[in-house]
């Protein structure tokens, strides 16, 4: 069975400024994948960055940035000049190649203050 | 393009209605899901079609039933709902198996009230 657990349900973070949100996840698959999802207040969610399993190499979009530990089973998210826009719950996710299921993490709500 | 949209955005139903939930999209994808989301909760998968058939139903009630007449639309039919069915019912889709990482694209959602 897999699970994704995100231990931190809240996070503050001043703008313009860092915040990493953390992400564990357990598995005995070698070929999956991971995501961060963005969920605004009553907005749609939307994928904020991805990460192959084989690629060792950390995914990077833009102020987003991921810190992939294969052998951990970590993947956190790292939110770089952060902005008012970035508050929203933060979803991490599981997928096994070639399989149409997420396992979720419990979310992280990350407030950003002016 | 990268949108999958969702009717209606709101609906409030008593426990003897019949309703429908629609979802749609034109992205090519061939796998089209519906979730259920509680207030500060992660989405909790009901059901997943991929290439029109059913493919994962994830022991949801059966007065929850799902139809996907095309590759491009899917329905949730709710019959005899229940006031704790209430919540954020989200539809996704993705590309289904192409090879390659399958990355889910959410629509925006239906908030369902069951009074």
């Known amino acids: 069975a897999q699970t994704v657990t995100q231990s931190q349900p809240e996070m503050s973070v001043q703008e313009a400024e860092t915040v990493t949100l953390s992400c564990t996840y357990d598995?005995?698959?070698?070929?999956?994948?991971l995501f961060w999802y963005k969920q605004p207040p009553s907005r749609q969610m939307i994928l904020v960055i991805r990460?192959?399993?084989?690629?060792?190499q950390n995914a990077t979009e833009n102020r987003f940035s991921v810190n992939f530990q294969k052998a951990a089973k970590s993947f956190s998210l790292k939110i770089s000049d952060s902005q008012l826009g970035d508050t929203a719950m933060y979803f991490c996710?599981?997928?096994?190649?070639?399989?149409?299921?997420?396992?979720f993490g419990s979310g992280t709500k990350l407030n950003v203050k002016p | 393009d990268t949108e999958v949209t969702q009717t209606p955005k709101h609906l409030v139903m008593g426990m003897t209605n019949k309703k429908s939930l629609k979802c749609e999209q034109h992205?090519?994808?061939?796998?089209m899901y519906w979730y259920k989301q509680k207030a500060k909760k992660p989405p909790e998968l009901m059901f997943v079609?991929?290439?029109?058939?059913?493919?994962i139903n994830e022991s949801v009630p059966s007065r929850f039933s799902p139809e996907c007449p095309n590759s491009s639309l899917l329905n949730l039919h709710l019959h005899a709902l229940q006031p704790e069915d209430s919540a954020l019912y989200l539809c996704?889709?993705?590309?289904?198996?192409?090879?390659?990482?399958?990355?889910?694209?959410f629509g925006p959602g239906t908030r369902l009230t069951v009074l």
């Open positions: 996704a889709s993705s590309q289904a198996g192409t090879g390659g990482i399958d990355t889910q694209y």
């Open positions: 079609y991929s290439y029109e058939k059913l493919s």
């Open positions: 996710a599981f997928s096994r190649y070639n399989f149409n299921k997420f396992y």
């Open positions: 992205m090519g994808h061939r796998a």
């Open positions: 598995t005995s698959e070698n070929n999956y994948y």
């Open positions: 990460q192959e399993a084989y690629k060792q």
